[in-house]
Nanobody, 124 residues
């Protein structure tokens, strides 16, 4: 079993920054592909960013490209999402997700493991 625990959410004013963390634990076989998703009130869960835990290029949703940065620390089994220039539209519960080999990196159904989420609220 793989467990994901997010942290780092909170309340921030527009233009501010937050860094989310996702700690990966449990028995892991092989490499994992990691993703960040978010779900705003009354909205469907949407893709934010993704990266292979072992390295490689990152993928970003157009809405966050240039503002958010996904990174990883393999030694600490942790994935990060640095969020800069936050906007009220970024307000959502942010989820960390993982899968050994997702069919589509930007589709939630492709990920087997999910964290409980962490709330991010951006005031205008």
């Amino acid at each position: 079993q793989v467990q994901l625990v997010e942290s780092g959410g909170g309340l921030v004013q527009a233009g501010g920054s937050l860094r989310l963390s996702c700690v990966v634990s449990g028995r892991i076989f092989g490499a994992l592909f990691m993703g960040w998703f978010r779900q705003a009130p009354g909205k469907e869960r949407e893709f934010v960013a993704s990266i292979w835990f072992g390295g490689g290029d990152a993928n970003y949703a157009d809405s966050v490209r240039g503002r958010f940065t996904i990174s990883r620390d393999n030694a600490k089994n942790t994935i990060y999402l640095q969020m800069n220039s936050l906007e009220p539209e970024d307000t959502a519960v942010y989820y960390c997700a993982a899968d050994p080999s997702p069919s589509l990196y930007d589709r939630g159904a492709s990920y087997r493991y999910w964290g409980r989420g962490t709330q991010v609220t951006v005031s205008s």
